[in-house]
């Protein structure tokens, strides 16, 4: 089965910090991919390359076999991928329906200039549904005449996710989703994209939450100084060497090598 991302060889510097040192990854259609690593360890720089958001200096990025490299972000959204931010900022002078309904793509772009009105009325009314639907099933229909700048760092991320839930992609991409929010919101959260795979919707998430990654992730990659150090799945992580040594350092692996022993 033909992967429906594939990251190959993937080099990036800032200027004279090298952050990506040929990161290669895919996700197969139905999966959930888990993208961990130590802070600074590249996590958001790979989402922004995939995503169309950050130029790799070298490697290649394919979408259902195509190559999206050089192609820019709101492109890369129609061929059916969308992604959250790891801190959402959200304009002040927009309600959460308003924003909501802007990340519609269906209304964006030449072609939607193309249609006729009636095809419009009946693209804005399917989007305000979608937009509803979506801002249910995330708890926000209580907030959402508010501004969208307004409700709490929790909420904008539950915001973020229903954003780009409005592109109705195949794959998500979100980075750290539950970062900063309350426990009951993140049962939610894990619900809600284990229903999105059960829809088949396929995801790459960033995630430092452990518990987290073994509830939601079918599969995982351990993300260390810019190089793909493990992948494996979510409970072989607490053994696998090279993600102890991320996390913990050389001496903690071989401590552990030598228990096991
Ligand atoms: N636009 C940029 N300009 C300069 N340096 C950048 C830029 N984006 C990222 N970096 C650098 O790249 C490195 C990796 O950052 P990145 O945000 O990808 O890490 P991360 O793995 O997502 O970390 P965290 O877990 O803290 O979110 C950092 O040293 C960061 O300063
Ligand atoms: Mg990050």
Redesign the pocket.
């Known amino acids: 089965m033909p992967a429906l991302l594939d990251i190959q060889n993937i080099h990036k510097a800032?200027?004279g910090?090298v952050?990506l040192q040929g990161a290669s990854l895919n996700v197969m259609p139905g999966e959930i991919v888990g993208l961990l690593?130590?802070?600074?360890?590249?996590?958001?720089?790979?989402l922004?390359v995939a995503s169309g958001f950050?130029r790799a200096d070298s490697g290649e990025v394919r979408f259902e076999g195509q190559d999206i490299s050089r192609l820019p972000a709101h492109r890369i959204v129609h061929h059916g991928m969308a992604r959250t931010f790891?801190l959402p900022s959200m304009p002040s002078k927009m309600s959460v329906l308003e924003v909501t309904l802007a990340a519609d793509t269906r209304l964006h772009g030449v072609w939607s200039t193309l249609l006729k009105p009636s095809a419009v009325r009946e693209a804005e009314a399917e989007a305000l549904q979608q937009a509803n639907q979506l801002l249910d099933s995330l708890l926000l229909t209580p907030v959402k005449q508010l501004a969208a700048s307004a409700i709490s760092g929790g909420q904008k991320k539950l915001l973020s996710i229903a954003c780009a839930l409005m592109a109705r992609p195949k794959l998500l991409m979100l980075?750290?989703p539950t970062a900063g929010v309350h426990p009951n919101l993140r049962r939610d959260i894990v619900q809600t994209l284990q229903r999105l795979r059960a829809q088949g919707i396929s995801q790459l998430i960033?995630e430092?939450d452990m518990h987290f990654v073994r509830e939601v992730c079918t599969r995982c990659i351990v993300?260390d100084r810019g190089q793909i150090v493990a992948d494996c799945k979510p409970e072989e992580l607490s053994s696998h060497p090279q993600v102890i040594e991320a996390y913990l350092g050389r001496a903690a692996a071989q401590a552990a090598q030598m228990k096991a022993a």
């Not at 690593?37 to 790979?46: A, C, E, Q, R, Y």
């Open positions: 800032f200027g910090n952050v690593g130590p802070n600074g360890s590249g996590k958001s720089t790979l922004n950050t790891q980075d750290e960033v430092h993300l």
